[in-house]
Structures are given as C-alpha cells and as structure tokens.
C-alpha cells in the first residue's frame, strides 16, 4: 500500500493568494495557465503587486522535471511566453505542491475529482478551471474588497456559493498530447480565455467592476 496523504494545511498567512493549477503530465495545459496567469497579473497590476499571488502548477501522473511540451510552448509566442517556457520543470501533485494552497484548478473536472480523492479537505477550493472562471463571471463581485489576496479569498468564497445556481457547461480543456499543432493551439486558447476572465475578476481594470 503507498503512503496515505497528508491533510493539507489550511491557505497560507495573508500575504499571498496562493494558486495551484493541475492537469495529468504538467507539461501542456497547467504551465500555460501558470505562465499565462502570471504574465496578466503582471501586465495588468506590475510586478510587485502580482507577487502577491503566488501561481504554481503539477501534475496528477506529472513527467516529473520534464519541459512544457515543446508544441505547447510554442503557442505562448502571441504572449512572448515561448521563450521563458523553456525553464519550465513539471511538478507532481503531492502535499508539498497542495501545502497553504488558496484556491486548485484543474484542467478538467476529471483532475478536480482526482486532487478532491487525494486531498478531500481541499474540497471548498477546489474546481475545473473553466468551471471557476464561469463562476466568478456570474457572481457579484462588487462585494469584494479591494485587497489582491483579500479578493483572491473572496472569489472562492463566491465561486463555491455561486456552484449549482447556474446552469451547467462543458468545462473541458481537451488534452493535446498525441494530437496535431490544433489541439495544442486550442487547449491554449481555452486555458486563456478562463484565465483572462478570472484576472479580470481578481485584478479588475480600473473603471470596471470593483
């Protein structure tokens, strides 16, 4: 029998909103939304301020210290991301990469249901990355605070109460390996455009919703 996990920790100390994506190998569709996430939260609030949330992914069955796969690197050129990709290592999902986490998503429900086996207390923070993204879109957020890791906490809180009041989608993020350049494109498409919503919700533009 392999060693029962560890109860994970509850979310880390208030300075940092801490972000853990997963998919199966981390090597396609989680870096991209690591990198992607951590470029927009850059863009949009500086350096500094984007520190403050702390983004990370892993793999449920992780090609542990293996590169982002050099297709799905590829995609983030438009974003100027292909080049630092290159220092990307995959990272396997265990109680060191779920420790002090705020909020899980992953790239299907399939991985949500995978982390939620392994680590059930992670329950009230955890989602499809899609799913998340629908969530928070349809929730008023303009009863967070202004606070970046204060609103990262508020928009689980939202999403998690905002679940099962509309109506189902399909939150899939296809899995590109073994497929043509399209399915790499595509996956990288969708991983954007649910992070683009969710940082639109946690670092919103000034003049929109706050």
């Known amino acids: ?20 994506v997963v998919c199966t190998g981390n090597i396609c569709r989680s870096p991209a939304a690591e990198l992607l996430m951590r470029n927009l939260l850059v863009g949009r609030l500086g350096g500094r301020e984007a520190a403050r949330v702390q983004i990370s992914s892993a793999g449920v069955a992780a090609v542990v210290n293996g590169p982002m796969h050099p297709v799905s690197r590829a995609q983030l050129a438009p ?7 290159e220092t990307f290592r995959a ?51 303009t009863v967070l605070p202004p606070d970046l890791v204060k609103r990262g906490r508020g928009l689980v809180d939202l999403a998690r109460a905002t679940r099962g009041t509309i109506p189902p989608a399909d939150d899939t993020v296809p899995d590109p390996m073994g497929g043509p350049e399209s399915a790499h494109h595509d996956a990288v498409r969708l991983v954007f455009a649910a992070v683009h919503g969710i940082v639109d919700e946690l670092a919103p533009r000034v003049g929109t919703r706050v």
């Open 91 to 141: 990272r396997q999902l265990d109680d060191r990469t779920v420790a002090g986490v705020d909020l899980v998503l992953g790239a299907n429900v399939r991985h949500r249901s995978t982390v939620l086996e392994r680590y059930p207390h992670l329950l009230d923070r955890t989602f499809a990355l899609r799913e998340f993204a629908r969530l928070v879109a349809a929730a008023d957020t």
């Open 1 to 20: 029998m392999g060693r029962r996990p560890q109860a994970p920790t509850q979310p880390g100390p208030d300075d940092r909103f801490r972000v853990l």
């Open 79 to 85: 974003w100027g991301l292909d080049a630092r990709a």
